[in-house]
């Protein structure tokens, strides 16, 4: 027989034996294999899953859950006895690490990169192109790199090649071009490409 969303959230807090939020009790319930009972089939489970359990809650008056925190929302059972302060403390203890970043985040990353390879050895500029004067909006959307680069191939030279190289009129330099970008797919490879 298949069980409820309500059975399945209440066999977690038991097991768990802590106030959870509804998304981390989805989660728990997913790796332990109890979710294809549930037949969420929609994009979000997880969000259904908690809409059944915030419903037994407000609808409910004898539900058998009770909301013990609010940011984040954590639930656990009435008859159940948790040291909420120490839980509480141990989940401000782990910090989520930054999971959205820009373009301009990765520009450090790239000038590290290319001062350390030994293809480049490049100092680098980033080039801020927002402040260019700009024609019509997206005419020159390409016009700008990301960032430049040079390379002066004759700084590890010897001295005597140094003067030899001086009476040309040229310095042996190579320059970059880089154009960041954060996401490459299939669908947006040829684009960034050319």
Do not use: C
């Not at 959205?100 to 050895?121: I, P």
């Not at 880089?178 to 490459?184: Q, V, Y």
């Not at 299939?186 to 684009?191: A, D, L, Q």
């Amino acid at each position: 027989m298949a069980k409820t969303i309500i059975e399945v959230a209440k066999e977690i807090l038991e097991r768990k034996k802590e106030a959870l939020n509804p998304n981390k009790m989805y989660h728990i319930a997913n790796e332990m294999g109890l979710t294809k009972e549930l037949n969420l089939n929609g994009k979000t489970p997880w969000a259904s899953f908690g809409a059944g359990i915030y419903m037994d809650i407000k609808e409910n008056s004898d539900s058998i859950f009770e909301v013990v925190a609010t940011k984040p929302m954590l639930i656990k059972l009435k008859n159940q006895v948790i040291n909420l302060e120490a839980q509480m403390e141990k989940n401000s203890e782990i910090k989520e690490s930054k999971t959205f970043y820009n373009e301009r985040d990765l520009h450090q990353l790239l000038t590290r990169f290319a001062f350390v390879n030994d293809n480049f050895k490049a100092y680098t500029k980033t080039i801020y192109h927002e402040s260019s004067k700009k024609s019509q909006k997206g005419v020159d959307k390409w016009l700008y790199p990301d960032m430049v680069g040079v390379s002066f191939e004759y700084r590890n030279y010897q001295k005597e090649l140094n003067k030899f190289i001086g009476k040309f009129n040229f310095l042996p330099i190579k320059i970059y071009a880089f154009e960041i970008k954060k996401h490459l797919s299939v669908g947006n490879f040829r684009e960034y490409y050319f």
